[in-house]
């Protein structure tokens, strides 16, 4: 069966620190990979999405970058975070035949900037 | 998301009836996605329509009309576990509905 792991769950850093999230899924070969962000009682923001290893797609402009060093692996990092970083960080993963398919969810990791 | 509306929040008591109404664009459309989220949790997936109607499952049921940009999420005999925000999901669209906030009471 496929599982989706992220790492760390919880994070605190101060603003103008770097960041990565790590983000790996098991199980299943070239998956489509997401990152969303969540701010508090909103809904998802889609941050990135990757079809394949090194293919990254960016939603939204922003001090965020993605990258996919391996089939299912997938990283969020930032080089200096701002204020307004601070969220519910997801990544969920899909099947390859086309985009937006179901998609399945790692538990997140809870990043406060402070 | 972009285009996606959803309200924002709907109370109700345990054991009753609650419909959640989602209106989205069609252009692209190829089906819909409903998920349910809990506080402090990531979403998991509930139904998925791609054809006009009514797909039942269980207490849950979603229905879908294609040519209106209308679903809607209905949940039966409510139980206090079902207090979560649940999101609206136009595949092909990339985009999630902000969610609507169901509070169940005793």
């Known amino acids: 069966s496929q599982t989706i792991h992220q790492w760390p769950a919880t994070l605190v850093q101060p603003v103008g620190s770097p960041l990565s999230l790590e983000c790996t899924v098991e199980g299943t070969s070239n998956p489509n990979l997401y990152w969303y962000r969540q701010a508090a009682g909103r809904g998802l923001q889609l941050l990135f999405y990757s079809v394949g290893i090194g293919q990254i797609s960016s939603e939204v402009p922003q001090n965020l970058s993605a990258s996919r060093p391996q089939d299912r692996q997938f990283i969020l990092s930032s080089k200096k975070l701002l204020l307004s970083d601070s969220g519910f960080y997801l990544c969920?993963?899909?099947?390859?035949?086309?985009?937006?398919?179901?998609?399945?969810f790692g538990p997140g990791t809870r990043l406060t900037v402070l | 998301g972009q285009n996606i509306d959803q309200p924002t929040e709907m109370t109700a008591t345990e054991g009753a009836i609650v419909q959640i109404n989602c209106t989205y664009q069609?252009?692209?459309?190829?089906?819909l996605f409903w998920y349910q989220q809990h506080a402090g949790e990531a979403p998991t997936f509930l139904s998925y329509?791609?054809?006009?109607g009514l797909e039942e499952k269980g207490r849950f049921s979603s229905f879908l009309s294609r040519s209106k940009g209308y679903s809607y999420l209905l949940l039966k005999e409510l139980q206090m576990k079902d207090s979560a925000s649940y999101l609206c999901?136009?595949?092909?669209?990339?985009?999630f509905g902000a969610g609507t906030q169901v509070v169940v009471t005793p």
């Open positions: 999901a136009p595949r092909g669209k990339l985009q």
């Open positions: 329509n791609v054809l006009d």
């Open positions: 069609t252009s692209g459309f190829n089906g």
């Open positions: 969920a993963w899909s099947l390859t035949s086309g985009l937006a398919n179901e998609q399945f």
